[in-house]
Structures are given as structure tokens and as C-alpha cells.
């Protein structure tokens, strides 16, 4: 209460009646150490709620974790370590980013999926509970998180997987910002779980109105007991208890209480009504000293057991350190693969090439697609399903490297940031690029995080075909570039593929995603008739074509820039316009991200400064290009929604087409001078 009033707003009711189950979950069921957040050995909770940070930051403080008083004092602050909501990597003991309704549990299974995956990896052979890679996620959540949608994809997946290292308290309050939660909802939660194969529990309220702290910490008893599904505790609270006037309203969700409120609140509970952030000795001694003393037993205890295991598996805990270091073996970068020239390869299928070898190098990269593995080319190993020990499914595993993710993209790129924070683990999803707009909330977060994420987005433009346009992205690769932190790849052929793949999986990174064809695409040389090396594309960008004819320190009359299908496009272009005496340099450039991450020496020797006559040609919108293109360039691009024909009708239709380019660089540079005059 005092950090909301010292700040002049947030999100009170729901911290205040919340404080006793995270105290509960704090002292006694979740396993952590606050003097060593990072412990591998920790459970993890998440507190999926975002808006009620203050729930989370509390309890980090009264524990001892590194987040004082006077953090608390500066909430919502510029620069503070407590933000309005969780921020994974800013402050100590958040294990993700929350605050978008309903991201947090999904990303909670992600993490169970993880610790599943990867305990039956290192330790297979432990019994239940025995071995140092079992941990358990808690999740704290809000009617918010429940209703919406990517909580029901996230449900039914866990429920089928069969997560019971997975434990969920739903604070059942009744209440959001419109008032009851009646107004918009009447289903029976607790029979919805029930029916996706969760273990349910419901926890009423206290005499008083408060939460039932004994019947929940029976209730978390026997969801900790509980391991063949996952388990959710449907829980009462009142919002804003114990503040006269503030209880069971919707004003105290996200509004201060007022001063006076505060006092009448402080009086009910028996405290100095005149103290702000008043924390006495013997509250530390009950909570931090427990806390800290609990924790170090439990990490001592954890780390004797690891060292058992590591002396008995010396080659997993080698396996282990090389994966937790992020970087893959040494002979990583040999086992590229390489597409000879003169085939044509839709790079949807050499990706799906490349990403089979790199798995054989790298354990550590599992993940899938929402049902659609044909198309994406995403099944690495067809003979291992993630999938329960109960699952008498041919290849079933709880290791198994193929998720079967099911048609849930919102879901499956939420999980896949739980599955990256674990930090032992490369996921990776995949589905039609058109589907990107049902994930982006939380790719969003991936690139918040800086996790490395890795997305497979086929069927990249209207080159898709007889589909139509339901199905053809057009402004998808704009949208996608203009989130920061996030990088889009789109490749021209085959070798431009597995090279910037080989650059993704060379280190961990941030999140990334592949734009790859449906269409088959010639390779193309690496060398000859004026071609250059497909290594340039782990640039960003690169000459990929320049005519050998006349001396190469002239330089080009016309730049033509092209990403993935038109880059060959391009080319045609330029080797027409080589016979009209226009010398047109063609640059790949399948990642914009990492080409403005280049020096601006390479960038000018790439796209010269002094040459202002530049097409870009791309099968999607403008929008994100005319920085590139300049004031007096030209973009021969997709402007509106496709058709459903076949792909080389629709390119000549859309005019992207190697005679459309040549026009258009034959009138520019009629229109405009080849380079700038300086004076």
C-alpha cells in the first residue's frame, strides 16, 4: 500500500490481498535460494498477474533477495529496480517478463517443458524426485490470465503432456477494471481444467473474507504430491482485503488507495498507522533469516547431489558445461552444409536440411511446428515425439526433440520463451509467415528478453500460390521488422540459408525469425559471371552480382536491393540492363538487422552513398525500405492483398518480374544523376 501511495498509482488491490499466498509459496513450497538467484537447482515461480508486481517484489525483499526498502520506495520510478511490471533480467528473482494477460502461465508451461526435456536428458535414470535436474514451476494467476485465449491453448497442451511438475494458483477475486467479472464471463474454470486433464483443487474464503491460507497450503500440499498432471488451485480472495471502503472493488485494481484508506487498513491490521515502509526486526528474522537459511540447506544439498551425478556421468557434465556456455562443439562450423549450383530448392526444404545437421551436433535444439511439419520442413528427428511417459505413440519420449505443438501459435511462441529461459535449451517453432500476426505478442517478449528464439515462418510471400490472399503475406515482413530486438531473415537461395542459419545457432543470441519460400529457388554460384560468395549474407547484407564488364572502381550506375525469391530476380534484371550498357550492382540483403549493425565503412562499400539511383525489390510492402532506397531511389514492391493464382502469375500480375526491374532502372536512370555531385 505504502509503495503504491509513494508512487501516485499502480496496481494495489490485488497485491494487498494477494501478500499471504506469495508468503505462503515463498517460505514453505517454492525451492530458491535469495542469496543465489541464478541456482540452477531453483524452482521457478512466475507470477503471471504482471500488473500486481508489487506481489512479486515483496516477497523478494521480506526473503532476501538483492532488492531493498528503498527500491520498493522508488516503484514505477525511472531507472528503479522495481518496475510497473516484472522484468526478467532487471530485477532479481523475476524469472520473465509478465504483464500482457495470460503470457506468463503460457510461458510457465514452456518452462515445465524444459525442465521435463532436460531432466530426462542429463538424468534419465533417477527415480521421481531424486535426481538434481527435477525442479518444479509455480504460477500465480489473475481472472485476466484465465480469460484469455493463449491460457486455454496453454491449458490443453499442459493438460495432454501431462506436466505435474506444473502447479497453478488462480486468484479466483471476481473483479476487474469494468467491475465483476460477471459482466463478461460465467464458465465453470474449475470444470474447464478438469477437462484437459488437470488435477483441480478449490480453496473458499476465510471467515473473514481473507484468503484461506490453511486450506491453500493443504491444497499445494497435494499439488506438490501430485506428478502425473499438472495441478491448478482454484483460489477465493477479495481484492484490496483488508482496506475498509477498498474491498471486492474494481477502483482498487489499478488506482492508489488514498492516504486515509491506508491508515484505516494499517489500523485494521494492528500496525503504526503513522509509519510508512515500516518493516520490524523480528519480520526480517521470521522471513529473510528463514528464508536465506532454508535456501542455503536446500542449494548444499542440491549441489552434493550434482556432484555425484557429474562424477558419475562425466561425459553429461561435459555435454552440460558446453551447453550452458552457449556455444556450440568446435567442428560446429564444418558441418554446414553445402547445395551445389545449378538445382532449385525452395528454402523452406534447406532449412529444414540444415536444421537436421545442426541438430546433430546440437541436443540442446528441439521444438517444431503448429502442425504443419510437412510444410515447414521442422521435423528434425521423426522417430523421437515429446510426449508423456504414459503416451504409447510410436517414438514417444519425455526427451522426444519433436513438439507437437498443435494448431496454437500464440501458445507455442509463449512456450518457447519458457523453454529458452531455462538456458539449456535452443527452441525453435515454426508455421506460415501469414500466422506470424498470432504470435507477435509474444515474440514481442522474446525480443524484450533478448531470448534466443528461433521461428520458422514459411510460404514467405504471394510466390505461395493458388492459396490467395488469406494466405500471402504482404505487410508481415514490414510489421515483423519493425520490432526491436527482433531479427528477420529471408534468404535467397539454399547456401544463403544454411549460412545464416550457421550464424544463428553459433552463439546464443536474440530471437530470430527465418522468412523462407514456399517455391523452389535456383542455387545459385558462388563464383563466376559476376557472382560473389553466398558467406557475405551472415553480413546482413552483400554484393551478390556485379557485371564482370568494365572496371570495378567505376562502380554501379544503379543499385538494386532484394530480399529471399527476388534476389534471382534482380539478377536477371541486371544482366539485362547490362546490355544496355547500365552496369546494376545487385545486393542481397536477407537480414536488415544485421546489415545496420555493420560498420559504415562495409555498409557504403555495400550500398555506395554517392550512388543514389537503388531499387529495392521485394514481394511484400515498402514500408521499413525508404531509408535504404533514398529520396530519389525507387522500390518495385507489393502494395496491396494478393490473388489466388499460381506463383508466376501472380509475380507477372504484381510486376515483380526481371523485365519490371529493368524498367524501372532504365527510368530512373533517365530521370535521375548516378551519383551525387559534391562540392
Same mark, same amino acid.
Given at each position: 500500500m505504502?509503495?503504491?501511495?509513494?508512487?501516485?498509482?499502480?496496481?494495489p488491490?490485488?497485491?494487498?490481498?494477494?501478500?499471504p499466498?506469495?508468503h505462503?509459496?515463498?517460505?514453505r513450497? +517454492?525451492?530458491?535460494?535469495?542469496?543465489d538467484?541464478?541456482?540452477p537447482?531453483?524452482?521457478?515461480?512466475?507470477l503471471?498477474c504482471?500488473?500486481?508486481?508489487?506481489?512479486?517484489?515483496?516477497?523478494l525483499?521480506?526473503?532476501? !533477495?538483492p532488492?531493498?526498502?528503498?527500491?520498493?520506495?522508488?516503484?514505477?520510478?525511472?531507472?528503479?529496480?522495481t518496475p510497473?511490471h516484472?522484468?526478467w533480467?532487471?530485477t532479481?528473482?523475476?524469472?520473465?517478463t509478465?504483464?500482457? /494477460?495470460?503470457?506468463?502461465?503460457?510461458?510457465?508451461?514452456?518452462m515445465a517443458m524444459a525442465?521435463?526435456?532436460?531432466?530426462?536428458w542429463?538424468?534419465p535414470?533417477?527415480?521421481?524426485?531424486?535426481?538434481?535436474f527435477?525442479?518444479?514451476?509455480?504460477?500465480?494467476?489473475?481472472?485476466?490470465?484465465?480469460?484469455?485465449?493463449i491460457?486455454?491453448?496453454?491449458?490443453s497442451?499442459a493438460?495432454?503432456?501431462r506436466?505435474?511438475?506444473l502447479?497453478?494458483v !488462480?486468484d479466483?477475486n471476481r473483479i476487474?477494471?469494468?467491475?465483476?467479472?460477471?459482466?463478461?464471463?460465467? *464458465?465453470?474454470v474449475?470444470?474447464r481444467?478438469?477437462?484437459q486433464?488437470?488435477?483441480?483443487?478449490?480453496?473458499?474464503?476465510a471467515?473473514d473474507?481473507d #484468503?484461506d491460507?490453511?486450506g491453500?497450503s493443504?491444497?499445494?500440499d497435494?499439488?506438490?504430491?501430485?506428478?502425473s498432471?499438472?495441478?491448478?488451485?482454484v483460489?477465493?480472495s477479495? #481484492?484490496?482485503?483488508p482496506?475498509p471502503?477498498?474491498?471486492?472493488t474494481?477502483?482498487?485494481?489499478g488506482?492508489? /488507495?488514498?492516504?486515509?484508506a491506508?491508515?484505516?487498513?494499517?489500523?485494521v491490521?494492528?500496525?503504526?498507522?503513522?509509519?510508512?515502509?515500516?518493516?520490524?526486526?523480528d519480520?526480517?528474522?521470521?522471513t529473510?533469516r528463514?528464508?536465506l537459511d532454508?535456501g542455503?540447506?536446500?542449494?548444499?544439498?542440491?549441489?552434493?547431489?550434482?556432484?555425484r551425478w557429474?562424477?558419475?556421468? @562425466?561425459?553429461?557434465?561435459? +555435454?552440460?558445461?558446453?551447453?550452458?556456455?552457449?556455444?556450440?562443439?568446435?567442428?560446429?562450423?564444418?558441418?554446414r552444409?553445402?547445395?551445389?549450383?545449378?538445382?532449385a530448392?525452395a528454402?523452406?526444404?534447406?532449412?529444414?536440411?540444415a536444421?537436421?545437421t545442426?541438430?546433430v551436433s546440437l541436443?540442446e535444439?528441439?521444438?517444431?511446428?503448429?502442425?504443419?511439419g510437412?510444410?515447414?520442413?521442422?521435423? #528434425?528427428?521423426?522417430?523421437s515425439?515429446f510426449?508423456?511417459?504414459s503416451?504409447?505413440?510410436?517414438?514417444?519420449?519425455?526427451?522426444?526433440?519433436?513438439?507437437?505443438w498443435?494448431?496454437?501459435?500464440h501458445?507455442?511462441?509463449?512456450?518457447?520463451?519458457g523453454? %529458452?529461459?531455462s538456458?539449456?535449451s535452443?527452441?525453435?517453432?515454426g508455421?506460415? &509467415?501469414?500466422?506470424?500476426?498470432?504470435?507477435?505478442? %509474444?515474440v514481442?517478449l522474446a525480443?524484450?528478453?533478448?531470448?534466443?528464439a528461433?521461428?520458422?515462418? @514459411?510460404?514467405?510471400? #504471394?510466390? &505461395?500460390g493458388?492459396?490467395?490472399? @488469406?494466405?500471402?503475406?504482404?505487410?508481415?515482413?514490414?510489421?515483423?521488422r519493425?520490432?526491436?530486438?527482433?531479427?528477420?531473415?529471408?534468404p535467397?537461395d539454399?547456401n544463403?540459408?544454411?549460412?545464416t542459419?550457421?550464424?544463428?545457432?553459433?552463439g546464443?543470441?536474440?530471437?530470430?525469425?527465418?522468412s523462407?519460400?514456399?517455391?523452389?529457388?535456383?542455387?545459385l554460384?558462388?563464383?563466376?559471371?559476376?557472382?560473389r560468395?553466398?558467406e557475405?549474407a551472415?553480413?546482413?547484407g552483400?554484393?551478390? !552480382?556485379?557485371?564482370?564488364?568494365?572496371?570495378?572502381? *567505376?562502380?554501379?550506375?544503379?543499385v538494386?536491393?532484394?530480399t529471399?525469391?527476388?534476389?534471382?530476380?534482380?539478377?536477371?534484371a541486371?544482366?539485362?540492363?547490362?546490355r544496355?550498357s547500365?552496369?546494376?550492382?545487385?545486393?542481397s540483403?536477407?537480414?536488415?538487422e544485421w546489415?545496420?549493425?555493420?560498420p559504415?565503412?562495409?555498409r557504403?562499400?555495400v550500398v555506395?552513398?554517392?550512388?543514389?539511383?537503388?531499387?529495392?525489390? *521485394?514481394?511484400?510492402?515498402?514500408?521499413g525500405?525508404?531509408?535504404?532506397?533514398?529520396?530519389?531511389g525507387?522500390?518495385v514492391c507489393?502494395? *496491396?492483398?494478393?490473388?489466388?493464382a499460381?506463383a508466376s502469375e501472380?509475380?507477372e500480375?504484381?510486376?515483380?518480374t526481371?523485365?519490371?526491374?529493368?524498367k524501372?532502372?532504365?527510368?530512373?536512370?533517365?530521370?535521375?544523376?548516378a551519383?551525387?555531385?559534391?562540392?
Open positions: 505504502d509503495a503504491v501511495e509513494e508512487a501516485g498509482h499502480g496496481h488491490g490485488t497485491a494487498v490481498s494477494l501478500a499466498a506469495a505462503l509459496i515463498f517460505q513450497f +517454492l525451492r530458491h535460494d535469495p542469496a538467484p541464478a541456482w537447482g531453483r524452482d521457478r515461480f512466475v503471471s504482471g500488473h500486481s508486481s508489487l506481489t512479486l517484489y515483496t516477497q525483499h521480506l526473503t532476501g !533477495y532488492l531493498t526498502l528503498d527500491d520498493l520506495r522508488s516503484y514505477r520510478k525511472k531507472g528503479s529496480l510497473a516484472p522484468e533480467g532487471h532479481p528473482g523475476v524469472e520473465t509478465t504483464g500482457p /494477460l495470460g503470457q506468463g502461465i503460457a510461458t510457465a508451461v514452456g525442465a521435463r526435456r532436460e531432466r530426462e542429463f538424468d535414470e533417477a527415480p521421481q524426485g531424486a535426481s538434481p527435477d525442479r518444479r514451476v509455480f504460477v500465480l494467476c489473475s481472472d485476466g490470465d484465465i480469460q484469455e485465449g491460457s486455454a491453448e496453454a491449458a497442451f493438460g495432454h503432456q506436466l505435474g511438475n502447479v497453478v !488462480y479466483d476487474s477494471i469494468e467491475g465483476s467479472t460477471e459482466l463478461a464471463t460465467s *464458465e465453470d474449475a470444470a481444467y478438469t477437462a486433464g488437470w488435477h483441480v483443487q478449490r480453496v473458499g474464503l471467515d473474507g #484468503i491460507v490453511a491453500l493443504e491444497a499445494l497435494a499439488a506438490t504430491a501430485e506428478t498432471r499438472p495441478s491448478i488451485v483460489m477465493r477479495t #481484492i484490496a482485503w482496506v471502503g477498498a474491498k471486492d474494481a477502483a482498487s485494481h488506482s492508489a /488507495l488514498g492516504a486515509e491506508v491508515r484505516k487498513a494499517k489500523a491490521l494492528g500496525v503504526d498507522t503513522e509509519a510508512s515502509f515500516a518493516v520490524p526486526a519480520v526480517y528474522e521470521w529473510s528463514a528464508a532454508k542455503a540447506a536446500a542449494r548444499a544439498t542440491w549441489e552434493e547431489a550434482h556432484a557429474a562424477r558419475a556421468h @562425466t561425459d553429461r557434465d561435459a +555435454l552440460l558445461a558446453r551447453v550452458r556456455s552457449g556455444q556450440p562443439p568446435a567442428d560446429f562450423p564444418d558441418a552444409p553445402v547445395f551445389g549450383p545449378g538445382s530448392v528454402t523452406r526444404k534447406a532449412f529444414g536440411q536444421l537436421r545442426a541438430a541436443p535444439l528441439w521444438g517444431g511446428s503448429a502442425d504443419l510437412d510444410s515447414n520442413h521442422t521435423t #528434425i528427428d521423426p522417430e515425439s510426449l508423456p511417459a503416451s504409447t505413440l510410436p517414438g514417444a519420449s519425455p526427451a522426444g526433440r519433436t513438439v507437437h498443435g494448431i496454437r501459435e501458445f507455442m511462441a509463449a512456450a518457447m520463451n523453454i %529458452a529461459l538456458g539449456l535452443r527452441p525453435y517453432g508455421t506460415f &509467415l501469414v500466422f506470424s500476426d498470432y504470435m507477435r505478442p %509474444a514481442r525480443a524484450l528478453m533478448g531470448l534466443p528461433l521461428y520458422v515462418w @514459411t510460404h514467405d510471400s #504471394i510466390g &505461395l493458388e492459396d490467395g490472399p @488469406t494466405h500471402q503475406p504482404v505487410e508481415h515482413l514490414a510489421a515483423l519493425a520490432m526491436p530486438g527482433l531479427d528477420v531473415i529471408r535467397a539454399a544463403e540459408t544454411a549460412v542459419l550457421w550464424r544463428v545457432l553459433s546464443r543470441g536474440r530471437p530470430v525469425g527465418f523462407l519460400s514456399r517455391q523452389d529457388l535456383p542455387v554460384p558462388d563464383s563466376g559471371d559476376g557472382l560468395s553466398t557475405g551472415a553480413r546482413g552483400y554484393v551478390r !552480382y556485379e557485371p564482370p564488364t568494365r572496371h570495378e572502381a *567505376e562502380g554501379p550506375d544503379v538494386l536491393i532484394a529471399g525469391s527476388e534476389v534471382g530476380v534482380a539478377i536477371e541486371a544482366r539485362a540492363l547490362e544496355d547500365i552496369r546494376a550492382r545487385v545486393v540483403m536477407p537480414c536488415r546489415f545496420d549493425a555493420q559504415a565503412s562495409y557504403d562499400s555506395p552513398p554517392s550512388v543514389r539511383r537503388r531499387i529495392v525489390v *521485394e514481394a511484400g510492402v515498402s514500408q525500405w525508404h531509408d535504404l532506397v533514398g529520396l530519389d525507387r522500390t507489393v502494395e *496491396e492483398f494478393g490473388a489466388s499460381s501472380l509475380f500480375h504484381f510486376g515483380i526481371p523485365e519490371a526491374v529493368a524501372t532502372a532504365r527510368d530512373l536512370c533517365a530521370d535521375r544523376p551519383k551525387e555531385t559534391r562540392g
